[in-house]
């Protein structure tokens, strides 16, 4: 699963060619997904290593299971999926490309797996009480609790989560579609049973990202239409559902006192709120007043000079607000810059980087961030994935045999930005930039460049937000300083959305949080040519590279750990060399501030920073700081 984060200051669930060298690429020990047994029902599934957890286990360790139930959780959430919008919405239909749909509306939904939050990449029965390998591996079968029911009352079964399989290959949001392109079947064996069978082409790993999507009733979609054209709460079956609705405003999730599945070990000591409450604000300084007033109760902030200066007022003096960081997840992060190659200027990566030379980070930093970031150079920073020095010889044996497609840079040092000098105005940097745009065939007419057809190089930032003009106004004066016609474009988040899913901008930034053991279907909407003229996908640079495409054809083919993390090192490696995506910044730890009225058990999981899903509602802390 790839979560998107805040565009904010912080960083937020494939070619032939390749083939012979990664078949050369050593093969070192560790257990793979192919050693688990077939024709065995199954409680768990993971990529690489055996289960943390026993078939009778209890309950996950992270959770507190005599945590009270109670109480209102008011905050903003920093993470979210599919089409989800944190700044308004305008459905309630969080599965389809089209729409702004509020975050957290998967919660509604149950699966037919659930992730542990404490293990890489484990997955235990949630609908499924077990799972069946078929001794081919294209199949999997699922033995679903007859229990399970939907918030109707109506029964959960097969005919229903084969209906939502098919629904998703056919119509679903990109980050949906895209894993169940190798879906053969999705067939009701019998109520409680389902099979899906694979293509044989998937890889080994899909199953993992394809047993969480969430799970749809057929009976509701049979009378309504599955898009966004509804603001209206599909029949879910999860451990909230959604109560008050305000358009664009407001939206919470009560929780369902009596849901089949709370008492399953995956649910235990979770879902302690008995309402999540959502408020939408137009920008950061409305939801931060906010929340100063106790309005909000929980704000994970995503602007560095808040952070440092704004974090003085009467409620935090009195210790009724405390704030504190947590440690990042042992998940790879990117936060980067699109460069839209749909768009023939930026086709030449020579004019990429001369885009990104132009950004002074080292000042960007001291003068705007108070030095709370750290420069990132990766798509996959925070994370052994991460490619350094020069390529060992696993990851040469993935390059080499598409040298002459490759840019060099990919087979010397991992390729980094430099850094400048601190004064925002580089010498340097910006006359490197100014000779790559020369040498990529541009000339200097006047003060700008043109090509030989007389057209000024333009280049648009397009942004939903008053912070990122304050960070890029800067870069857009050094970018006009070496020749280029750069401006921001700042819209309504609505519209930033439906750009970005159109993918109508020049330049646009994301963050992502990958999975800790990225598939190859988890990469295919980030990096993958099939992605590239797929709307809503993110693949927002239009990446439609062959050697890519190997490179993520790789993945899948990785029997252990040490071998998916070479191929994710050499794709770094290729990435950093074309600069698709300008790496910008990141922080090593959620900077969070949250009325002193909760409790939660420490430390967090090293592989999730779920909040509203185990914190809960402490009468007798809150009774202290008048909020009881």
Known sequence: MRWRGPRSEIGRREFLALAAGAATASLLPGRSFAASPTETPLHGLSAFGELKYPADFPN????????????????GPSQ??????????????SFVAKGDAPPRMEICFDSLMVSALDEPDSIYGLVANTVTISPDRNSFEFALWPEARFHDGSPLTAD??????????ENGHPDLLLPLRE???AVAVNPHTLRLTFSGKQSDRTILDVAT?????KAYFDKVSFDSSRLEAPLGSGPYKVGLVRAGQTVEYERVADYWGRDLPVNKGMYNFDRLRVEFYGDRQAAFEAFKKGEVLFREEATSRLWATAYDFPALNEGKVVKREFPSEKRPAMQAIAVNQRRERFRDVRVRRAIALCFDFEWTNKSLFYGLYNRSQSSFERSEFKASGMPGPEELALLEPMRDRLPAEAFGEAY???????????????????????EAGWKLSGRVFTNDKGETFKLEILVDDEGFVRIYSPWVESMKAIGLDASIRMVDSAQHQA??????????????LFSSTPTREGMDGIFHSKSATLPGSGNLPGT?????????????????????????????????SRMDWIPSWYSANHRVAFWDMFGFKEPKPDYGFATETLWWFDKDKAAAIGKG
């Not at 979210?80 to 239909?93: G, I």
């Not at 229903?160 to 290959?169: G, M, R």
């Not at 999507?213 to 009733?217: D, Q, V």
């Open 416 to 438: 980094s930005l430099p850094a400048s000098d601190g004064t925002g105005r580089d010498r340097k940097l910006l006359g490197e930039a100014r000779r790559l745009m020369i």
């Open 544 to 576: 439609a590279d062959p050697a890519i495409d190997a490179l993520v054809d790789a993945i899948d083919r990785a029997e252990n750990r040490e071998q998916l993390t070479n191929v994710l090192r050499a794709l770094d490696r290729v990435l950093r």
């Open 499 to 512: 750009r970005q899913n159109d993918f109508d901008f020049d330049l646009i930034s994301m963050a992502l």
């Open 213 to 217: 999507f969430p799970i749809l009733s």
């Open 160 to 169: 229903d989560v084969a209906y939502s399989y098919k629904l998703f290959k």
């Open 80 to 93: 979210w999926l599919y089409n989800q919008n944190p700044y308004t919405f305008n459905t309630l239909n």
């Open 60 to 75: 996950f360790d992270y959770v507190n299971v005599d945590a009270p139930k109670g109480g209102t959780f008011n905050y």
């Open 183 to 185: 879906l053969s079947e």
